[in-house]
């Protein structure tokens, strides 16, 4: 009787460690194809430096009108471009991003000039004489691993995770449910 005991309950031991590896299995398994593609998408984009656009980041162009920056369809952010001044009352020309309620403004150099990116300058404020502006800009948004926004250009600048540009098929696959207000695709 005992050693009934036991072959019993060496069995229930094996199926229990059948069940368990087959379990793991089934969990290591659980992502459909295309979630695993856009995966395979954001490491590519991390692997290759995260330069998006050509090192173009920021534009006054919408990118996707035809003589816009179309390359690979790349998400970019609206951001509205005003006329400010700094703390010595010069005045220049930005634009200002919040992201997790934090306000940064950005001055740019030459808003047609791409090998100028734009640099965060403080104390600022929004200028009376606004001189034809506010114009629509664009800079490149940067996205998590769930394809939530979480910055833009310049405010990131590599892809890394957690902060990493991305196209619009991958943010389809990896948050269906993304909002896309403010949200321009180059191409």
């Given at each position: 009787m005992n050693d009934a005991q036991k072959e019993n309950s060496v069995e229930q031991r094996r199926t229990l460690l059948k069940g368990a590896?087959?379990?793991?299995s089934v969990v290591t398994m659980g992502y459909s194809g295309s979630?695993?593609?856009?995966?395979?998408?954001v490491e590519k984009v991390r692997m290759a430096g995260g330069a998006p656009a050509n090192g173009n980041q920021f534009t006054m162009i919408e990118p996707s009108s035809p003589g816009g920056v179309a390359h690979q369809d790349w998400a970019w952010l609206k951001v509205v471009v005003r006329r400010y001044v700094d703390g010595a009352d010069v005045p220049f020309i930005g634009f200002e991003v919040t992201i997790g309620g934090i306000s940064?403004?950005?001055k740019i150099e030459d808003?047609?000039?791409p090998n100028t990116p734009p640099t965060?300058?403080?104390?600022?404020?929004?200028s009376i004489d606004q001189l034809g502006y506010p114009k629509d800009g664009w800079a490149i948004a940067y996205f998590n691993n769930h394809g939530?926004?979480?910055g833009v250009y310049p405010l990131n600048t590599m892809a890394v995770p957690d902060s990493t540009p991305a196209v619009q098929s991958c943010l389809a696959s990896i948050n269906p449910n993304l909002n896309t207000t403010g949200l321009s695709f180059g191409g």
């Open positions: 590896l087959a379990a793991s979630a695993l593609a856009s995966f395979e998408c940064t403004i950005f808003p047609y000039d965060e300058i403080t104390p600022a404020s929004l939530d926004l979480v």
